[in-house]
């Protein structure tokens, strides 16, 4: 018998100083059985990173499409913001770049990030719409203290940090920008 996803429902308040947005979002996000906590936690952050109000996750892991993980499409169907998270394949970026506007990686993974970064960095260099972040692991290892099936977190971004909280945790992190 397959194993089923794990449904999360999450009220996130964003409060993004850097881009002047301010919102409330009511997510669902279907947690895939291979899936990791940390990887639930990525996606909600890079939620918030980009959020707006056509900001939507698609099928993901399940998804048997050329798909994005999370996509913000215009009304006529073109593509203004592709995010993929963790260690991406050039391949599959150089298709996302030549698919939408911008394209954002956000990696994760501590040092395997750093080795994926040395041997990808010359070639991702020529997409000029791709942007990458390195999310810190630790301040990663610190949102799993927020996991639950039901969430309430406040997010606060000022000057390239994040804040992320609930009702009694409250975690920092600084992304670094590996390319803009």
Same mark, same amino acid.
């Given at each position: 018998?397959?194993?089923?996803?794990? $449904?999360?429902?999450? %009220?996130?308040? =964003?409060?993004?100083? !850097?881009?002047?947005?301010?919102?409330?979002?009511?997510?669902?996000?279907? &947690?895939?059985?291979?899936?990791? !906590?940390?990887?639930?936690?990525?996606? =909600?952050?890079?939620?918030? *990173?980009?959020?707006? !109000?056509? *900001?939507?996750?698609? %099928?993901?892991?399940?998804?048997?499409?050329?798909?994005?993980?999370?996509?913000?499409?215009?009304?006529?169907?073109? $593509?203004?913001?592709?995010?993929?998270?963790?260690?991406?394949?050039?391949?599959?970026?150089?298709?996302?770049?030549?698919?939408?506007? %911008?394209?954002?990686?956000?990696?994760?993974?501590?040092?395997?990030?750093?080795?994926?970064?040395?041997?990808?960095?010359?070639?991702?260099?020529?997409?000029?719409?791709?942007? $990458?972040?390195?999310?810190?692991? !630790?301040?990663?290892?610190?949102?799993?203290?927020?996991?639950?099936?039901?969430?309430?977190? &406040?997010?606060? =971004?000022?000057?390239? &940090? =994040?804040?992320?909280?609930?009702?009694?945790?409250?975690?920092?992190?600084?992304?670094?920008?590996? %390319?803009?």
């Amino acid at each position: 018998m397959a194993l089923k996803s794990t $449904i999360f429902k999450v %009220k996130l308040n =964003i409060a993004d100083m !850097d881009r002047g947005y301010y919102g409330d979002h009511q997510l669902t996000l279907a &947690q895939h059985p291979s899936e990791t !906590d940390l990887r639930l936690m990525v996606r =909600i952050l890079a939620f918030a *990173l980009n959020a707006s !109000d056509s *900001l939507t996750f698609t %099928k993901g892991l399940s998804s048997e499409e050329d798909e994005a993980e999370l996509w913000d499409r215009s009304l006529n169907g073109e $593509i203004a913001l592709w995010v993929e998270f963790g260690q991406a394949d050039e391949k599959w970026l150089r298709k996302a770049c030549g698919r939408a506007k %911008k394209v954002h990686l956000y990696c994760y993974g501590g040092r395997s990030t750093d080795v994926w970064w040395q041997q990808q960095q010359a070639a991702l260099q020529r997409y000029q719409n791709l942007s $990458i972040w390195q999310l810190p692991e !630790d301040g990663l290892q610190a949102c799993l203290t927020l996991v639950q099936r039901q969430m309430e977190l &406040q997010c606060s =971004i000022t000057e390239g &940090q =994040i804040w992320l909280s609930d009702h009694s945790h409250n975690v920092h992190l600084q992304p670094q920008l590996l %390319k803009e």
